[in-house]
Every structure is written in C-alpha cells, then in structure tokens.
C-alpha cells in the first residue's frame, strides 16, 4: 500500500534506485528486505516538537470562539469606535474605492485598510506608519463574526509561517469581508 517513491530495497546495503535486481546479481532464494513509509510517518518524524505543540494550542483555542479569548477581550471590550464605517448584515459588496476605516488593531489603535488594486498592495494604515504589503505575502485570511455584532467581523492577515504573524483587525464590516478574502487571497472577480 505504499508508493514506489516511499519505498527502499536492501540486499548487502542500500541499493541504487536505478538498478534492477538482476543487475545487482540477486539470485534465486537470496534475502532482500524492503522498507518503506507512508506519508503521515514522515511527516510526523519531521514535525518539531514546538510546531506540534502549537497545533495543539491551536486546537485548543478553535473550541473558543476568537472573540471570547482574551487577547482580543481587551480589544473588543473598548466597544464599538464612533467612525467605524456602517455594516450591512446579510450583504455582500465589492471593495469600496475609498480606504475601509475607523477599526481596531491588536493593541486597540486606529487602523484603515487601504487596497491598491493597480499594486497588488494591501496598505495597513495605523497614526504611527503604513505598511504596503503585496498581496502575495499575505498567506491566509481568517475572520470570525463579533459575538453579539454580528454584522461586524474580527479578520487576520497572516503575514509570517505561523499564527504568531497574525495582523488582527477588529470591527470590519461583514459586507466587505468575502470581498476582502478574495482580493487577498488571490481568487477572480468579475467587475
């Protein structure tokens, strides 16, 4: 059950992948062994202890709703900002042609989100800078209605290998969040 490209033949030591039996001279009744593995063995015995701690974590934190764990209760329990832009529940719409504005980052600071399509750039606007990132650094997008808000999101850019490289923004309105998912990532639109 194991695919040729996971699998080894030994008689007198590893043998060459290139080579058949009979030119290595096996004869009738001599021993050879075949070893092999499947996927998941590899994949486990390269897996870092550190990584598969983290997938547990990550495991553990999915049961709890993103917006009741406590790093983003400080965030989320400042409430609403008065600029935010207004949502439209049950709504989907594309990009607007101005910057999305008036949320929240990790730290509780004003953020705007700024697409400049003609650069394939996500702009990350905050008081202090702007970041432009390409859009193809940008390896996930996650989001997650706000409990009890539901027509706002919490939404992630994941800018790095791991969740730690998640740039969190909070109070996105949820008619532009497909929208959002879609120019980052990468998928067609039709205008």
């Keep these: 059950g194991l695919p040729p490209a996971m699998q080894k033949v030994m008689f007198k030591g590893l043998l060459p992948e290139e080579k ?11 021993k050879i062994m075949v070893v092999g593995s499947t996927i998941n063995d590899v994949l486990a015995v390269n897996t870092p202890k550190e990584a598969a701690q983290q997938e547990v974590k990550a495991e553990e934190n999915k049961k709890e709703p993103l917006c009741r764990q406590k790093q983003h209760r400080k965030v989320l329990d400042k409430g609403k900002p008065d600029d935010v832009m207004p949502s439209v529940k049950g709504v989907q719409e594309r990009l607007p042609t101005v910057p999305l504005s008036g949320m929240y980052n990790k730290s509780g600071g004003k953020v705007r989100l700024t697409f400049k399509l003609e650069q394939d750039q996500l702009w990350i606007g905050t008081k202090e800078r702007t970041e432009k990132l390409p859009m193809g650094s940008i390896k996930n997008v996650v989001s997650e209605p706000i409990e009890g808000h539901e027509d706002y999101h919490m939404m992630a850019f994941q800018l790095g290998p791991t969740e730690a490289s998640y740039y969190w923004v909070y109070w996105v309105p949820t008619q532009y969040v497909d929208a959002i ?11």
């Design 20 to 30: 058949t039996l009979r030119e290595i001279r096996v004869t009738n009744g001599a």
């Design 181 to 191: 998912k879609d120019t980052v990532l990468g998928k067609w639109q039709y205008f």
